[in-house]
């Protein structure tokens, strides 16, 4: 059995403070060159080459873009780590000396604005920052830390690629799983519950068909955009309608497209849109009043040919296990001043994380960092106006650097810290 001397926090932070600038000009850096899913070689570089730089055994490749490093400390618990690097494509609108203006190539060949609009340049700083401290104060803990950087978590890929690449095989299996996410709320809050944290999400691609005509004649069509628009409006009851007041659920239509010119009917209309639940059998309703409804309303409209509906990905609910929540939770309120740790409500939002646990059959522990300036936070609150502060996926949000930065780098070595630095 060896005991091992915990650094004070003073020492900690005089680390941190010393680390901030590096971090500070990576996040930055990151921020203004981003790279959509699966396309993150840029940023698993970076990743890479400071795990590499701090010591630890380094995979590349892992799920085509992921980033896998290993320290290993001695006999004692392995504890996973994991941040996402992948950005959006979304036009950025910050006034930020360092906003993108990046362009990319996406998968259907179309050339986009990519933008950091979810946060995910804070979480490989955060990572790095935890990875490079920890590794700096490895006398005091013991046991092996695993640092994943995972691709694509905008498109429900980069956990399950990893896994399909091996990860299970390749790399010890944690005893616990930890991650964190950037969301608006007051700088420096933390926020997480047991249980279910985030929602399972379905996403789908809905085709109409109809028969074009000129548009003085619209006798001579079965019209797609009446078709969609009609079943747009009916697919808004079944959250309305058919799911009880208990009974949570989202239903957003994200793209509606159909046409190219105002006097031309076109012959087919697509429809995308996104599901979030928080119960499977909700879940199953749902899915399942939304093909009802979009075959009623085409075989109304009188279409040529029932409507296809494919899916474009998923992703099911992040439940936090109860006792790693508990220990990571009595951790962050030793750690950090009282009122800082909150805790929340399930979040509408969903994640791949969850996969990692789930799939390794091990607990993980997920939970929030806030990174909205505290003074507007508070006004907006007051003045009952917090759902007009920009949030992740917004063209204009973008987190305050501090304390946002530290605290987030804080909280992975906190949370890791609950499992590696117990006396053997």
Known sequence: MTDHPTPSDETLQDHLRALLPRLEALYTDIHAHPELSMQETRTAGLAAEHLRAAGYEVSTGVGKTGVVGLLRNGDGPVVMLRADMDALPVQEATDAPYASKVTAVDHEGNTVPVMHACGHDMHVAWLVGATTLMAQHRDSWQGTLMAVFQPAEETAQGAQAMIDDGLFQRFPKPDVVLGQHVMVGPAGAIGGRKGVITSAADSLQIRLFGRGAHGSMPQASIDPVVMAASTVLRLQTIVAR???????????????????????????????????????GVRKRVLAAIT???????????????PEITPLDNYSLVT?????????????????????????????????????????????????????????????????????????????????????????????????????????
């Open 242 to 280: 058919e799911l009880a007041p208990t009974e949570a659920a989202v239903l957003t239509i994200g793209s509606l497209q159909a046409g190219t010119k105002e006097n031309v009917i076109p012959d087919e209309a697509v429809i995308k849109l996104n599901v979030r639940t928080f119960d499977e």
């Open 292 to 306: 009802r409804i979009v075959n009623a309303e085409a075989a109304a409209s009188g279409a040529p040919k029932p």
């Open 320 to 424: 936090n296990d109860d006792d790693a929540t508990t220990r990571v939770v009595d951790a962050f309120r030793k750690h950090f001043p009282a009122g800082r740790i909150r805790e929340t409500g399930p979040t509408s939002a969903s994640e791949d994380f969850g996969s990692f646990g789930a799939a390794w059959k091990v607990p993980s522990v997920f939970w929030f960092v806030g990174s909205t300036d505290p003074d507007v936070y508070a006004k907006a609150k007051v003045e009952n106006r917090l759902n007009e502060i920009p949030t992740n996926h917004n063209p204009r949000f973008l987190p305050v650097l501090h304390p946002t930065l530290e605290v987030g780098v804080e909280t992975l070595m906190v949370a890791a810290r609950a499992w590696l630095s117990t006396a053997r």
